[in-house]
T-cell receptor, first 116, second 113 residues
């Protein structure tokens, strides 16, 4: 069973461009979470999605950031008009619907975004 | 979710047990204690969780005090690969996937050869 897959692993963008980060949850998981980790800081929650629905986006900046988790395909975190302050590691996690592990989040390796 | 307090850093000799403490004095009855770790440049990794009984798995043991106000994560034979930041997180075990995880500053464990 493959783990949480994130791509790309590294992404370089110039200021003003768009960044699209993708996350494929583990098989059988319909809950996806996105976290951001700024350099030398801890992880900060951004958004929680369940298939086709945003459940909690309390940690997401109000502008330029959006997330989706369509019925088919990976979850996408989209950052429009990137600025240097968006440079960070973005981690995705997933959890299953049921079973003993339903409240455990499994993380991907992250996407490291560098804004020039 | 209850707040947790952890020492910022600890050292442990390779092969010895690493005991990582966590205070969660405001924990409520339906809140579980979870431990994750983040090895440098990698995604966080789930280690173990518990409610009130001590728990053990292939990675670690979790000892929770009787009043549940504190807990200790034990790595029985630390190796260099256990060097990481360890996070103690308290959260309720609600509906599937409910809520995010709050990662505080954690404890940076350094295993010394």
């Amino acid at each position: 069973n493959a783990g949480v897959m994130q791509n790309p692993r590294h992404l370089v963008r110039r200021r003003g461009q768009e960044a699209r980060l993708r996350c494929s949850p583990m098989k059988g998981h319909s809950h996806v979470y996105w976290y951001r980790q700024l350099p030398e800081e801890g992880l900060k929650f951004m958004v929680y999605l369940q298939k086709e629905n945003i459940i909690d986006e309390s940690g997401m900046p109000k502008e330029r950031f959006s997330a989706e988790f369509p019925k088919e395909g990976p979850s996408i975190l989209r950052i429009q008009q990137v600025v240097r302050g968006d440079s960070a590691a973005y981690f995705c996690a997933s959890s299953p619907d049921q079973g003993l592990a339903k409240n455990i989040q499994y993380f991907g390796a992250g996407t490291r975004l560098s804004v020039l | 979710d209850a707040k947790t307090t952890q020492p910022p850093s600890m050292d442990c000799a390779e092969g010895r047990a690493a005991n990582l403490p966590c205070n969660h004095s405001t924990i409520s009855g339906n809140e579980y204690v979870y431990w994750y770790r983040q090895i440098h440049s990698q995604g966080p990794q789930y280690i173990i969780h518990g409610l009130k009984n001590n728990e053990t798995n292939e990675m670690a043991s979790l000892i929770i005090t009787e009043d549940r106000k504190s807990s200790t994560l034990i790595l029985p034979h630390a190796t260099l690969r256990d060097t990481a930041v360890y996070y103690c997180i308290v959260r309720s075990k609600g509906t599937a996937g409910a809520n995010n995880l709050f990662f505080g500053t954690g404890t940076r464990l350094t295993v010394i050869p």
